[in-house]
């Protein structure tokens, strides 16, 4: 069986949390520059309108269906992925991953007060973890940033810009870096430093994180309404192969 699957023209990996953490380790031992990306609904509909993102998802090593509303399509469409793989609990999976095999790390976006918290945690909750640098996200000059990556030898890049930013920003300086694997992980900073709450277990087991997220900022709301155009070209889809 073909170990991707593609909705409404991305292809996704047809991996488990963790068999994307082993995907990724195997990645980063092999060496050469790869970048992974966790996707949901949001940013599938965003790349139907944004050829440079298409590119993008064309080229990365793996993507993962970081979205309750992946999982669901993949479902309607007739081949289920195995699990929702959210991106803050990879990120946590890497980290410790790192930690035990001695890979260094460089950790990049989210805000100044975010990223202190996020380096006082981890060297808490992961004493040999190598931090090969650490960048808040509100500079001016991100090549320097990317510049400073590439001096910081680092083997893994976690990169908390934003969806599609962190993707952007990762493939646009990708030739600078050598034996690098980078992935943009969205609002995990925030979290895993402790400056925002993750929605409740239930919430989590029955997808509901994206309604928890709405709640507590009202302003996503603009954003989610990508989520109804999202099932209504699923199923039209579904529809067309149908009747094929």
Not at 201 to 225: D, T, V
Request: aromatic letters at 8%; charged letters at 25%; glycine letters at 8%.
């Amino acid at each position: 069986m073909d170990r991707r699957f593609n909705i409404l023209g991305v292809d996704f990996d047809c991996l488990d949390r963790h068999q994307a953490q082993q995907a990724i380790a195997a990645l980063v031992d092999h060496g050469g520059v790869h970048q992974v990306i966790t996707a949901n609904a949001e940013m599938v509909m965003a790349s139907r309108k944004d050829a440079r993102l298409q590119a993008v998802f064309r080229q990365a090593k793996l993507v993962v269906a970081d979205g309750v509303g992946v999982i669901l399509a993949s479902r309607m469409l007739g081949r289920p992925l195995p699990q929702r793989v959210a991106g803050v609990d990879l990120t946590a999976e890497l980290l410790r991953c790192a930690a035990k095999q001695g890979w260094p790390v460089y950790l990049f976006g989210a805000r100044p007060e975010v990223m202190a918290a996020l380096e006082r945690r981890c060297r808490a909750l992961y004493p040999d973890l190598r931090l090969a640098g650490t960048q808040h996200g509100f500079v001016t000059e991100r090549s320097q940033v990317a510049q400073d990556i590439a001096r910081s030898r680092a083997r893994l890049l976690l990169v908390g810009l934003g969806a599609p930013a962190q993707e952007h920003f990762i493939f646009d300086h990708a030739h600078l870096w050598q034996d690098l694997v980078a992935m943009g992980v969205g609002g995990s900073f925030d979290i895993l430093s402790a400056h925002k709450a993750r929605a409740p277990g239930w919430m989590q087991r029955y997808g509901l994180e994206w309604l928890y997220r709405l709640l507590r900022e009202p302003r996503r709301y603009r954003r989610q309404l990508a989520l109804p155009a999202f099932f209504l070209l699923v199923l039209k889809t579904r529809w067309f192969k149908g009747k094929r």
